[in-house]
């Protein structure tokens, strides 16, 4: 398996733990990057989910996340979760509003305690990760937004 020289960079920076932590949401990365098919993201999605639940269920999860953006320089702004943090950390160059879409697909996913392994199959019940992320803006908004500021919604799909 071929690794990039930004992955070869992430290795160096981060702890032993949490290196192997998320070397499966990093390989997913790169076989993304390399590949790029158009359903190659639910592979990377599914990784950071698995790294996810593993740190709720250890209860580690806040603590691990704020060593990762410390040890990547991730910035950590208010509301920041875990899950973001871990998405920002595999995926840098991404778009922002794409991966506050994820982030909000996979927090809305773990609300439904979907497992890992169902992660999919969940996601494609609900349209994708988009349709998931618009779920949990029904359940619950981030931020106040007039909607005659934007009559179209909050993403444009």
């Known amino acids: 398996m071929q690794t990039t020289q930004q992955d070869k960079r992430l290795a160096t920076r981060l702890s032993p733990e949490l290196a192997a932590a998320i070397r499966p949401a990093m390989k997913a990365a ?23 639940i593993d740190w709720k269920h250890r209860k580690i999860a806040k603590r691990s996340a704020r060593a990762l953006a410390d040890q990547l320089g991730i910035a950590q ?12 950390a595999v995926l840098p160059d991404a778009d922002h509003k794409q991966k506050s879409r994820w982030a909000r697909a996979l927090e809305y996913i773990y609300s439904q305690d979907v497992p890992a392994t169902r992660l999919r199959q969940f996601a494609r019940l609900h349209d994708g990760l988009a349709g998931c992320a618009r ?6 908004r981030k931020r106040r937004r007039s ?9 444009s799909d």
């Open 135 to 140: 779920a949990a803006v029904e359940i619950k």
């Open 30 to 52: 790169t076989r993304l990057r390399l590949r790029g098919g158009r359903f190659e993201i639910y592979n990377v999605v599914e990784a950071v989910y698995s790294v996810y």
């Open 147 to 155: 909607l005659r500021d934007y009559p179209e919604g909050d993403w």
């Open 77 to 88: 702004r208010k509301g920041m979760t875990s899950i973001r943090i871990l998405i920002e």
